[in-house]
């Protein structure tokens, strides 16, 4: 399943119809979260969600890429649900692929795709948090047209080293049933953290005027969370 929420929430009350005060999983039985990317900034944003709403969960001490500790810490825990907020997208920027596709293809494609494979062996649910940066404007979808990307649109962008290693792999991602794919794009928080796409222009000498997408995490979270629970 694949929802870009840079698309996804159009109101306040679309938002609100999904939020939910239950913390229990489709079945009815409580919920237990791992969430991967530990140090990251939206799965530290995603854990004081967890926690706010007294939800068990932790995150994965290993990375996604060494299968038996990952299968080892699955097997401890016991997580009905698995957020996968992990992924190379460089430092300072993505141009930091360009020269690390190794490590690029480990975090990008390798680790997730054996962090999904050994959820799907136990029938553990995945929501697995992807980008929207494989997409540009083309002749269908003219800037100014009003014509946006929908979820079933094939990847059109492979401009970057990243951006070619998500559009090549989310097909393939898709195959496996027990995984929800969230499509983020430029996301916005209401701090000045400086992975926030606010705190990033405000550093910049010029700013390029074009219309573009962009995820506001306080509101995109709750509503990924919900999704979650249903199991999308």
Excluded at 50 to 75: A, C, F, P, Q
Excluded at 84 to 103: F, L, Q, S
Aim: charged fraction near 20%; aromatic fraction near 10%.
């Amino acid at each position: 399943v694949f929802v870009s929420f840079s698309f996804f929430v159009s109101s306040v009350s679309e938002l609100a119809s999904m939020s939910s005060s239950s913390s229990s999983s489709a079945n009815g039985s409580p919920s237990r979260m791992l969430i991967v990317g530990k140090g990251g900034w939206i799965a530290g944003m995603l854990g004081e969600l967890l926690t706010e709403r007294e939800i068990e969960w932790k995150y994965l001490e290993t990375r996604m890429e060494n299968r038996e500790s990952v299968e080892k810490e699955l097997d401890e825990f016991r997580p009905t649900h698995v957020f996968n907020c992990a992924g190379v997208t460089g430092r300072p920027n993505i141009d930091w692929c360009e020269d690390h596709k190794v490590e690029t293809l480990r975090g990008n494609i390798l680790g997730p795709f054996n962090l999904f494979d050994v959820c799907a062996t136990r029938g553990i649910h995945v929501t697995h948090f992807g980008t929207g940066c494989i997409y540009s404007y083309d002749d269908e979808h003219a800037i100014g047209s009003g014509k946006g990307f929908t979820e079933e649109d094939e990847p059109n962008f492979k401009g970057s080293f990243y951006s070619f290693s998500k559009a090549l792999t989310e097909p393939l991602f898709a195959c496996y049933p027990n995984v929800l794919i969230l499509r983020l794009r430029m996301p916005i928080s209401y701090d000045l953290n400086p992975r926030s796409l606010v705190t990033k222009l405000l550093s910049y000498d010029k700013v390029v005027n074009i219309p573009n997408s962009m995820s506001v995490l306080p509101s995109l979270l709750p509503v990924a969370l919900e999704m979650t629970l249903r199991e999308y």
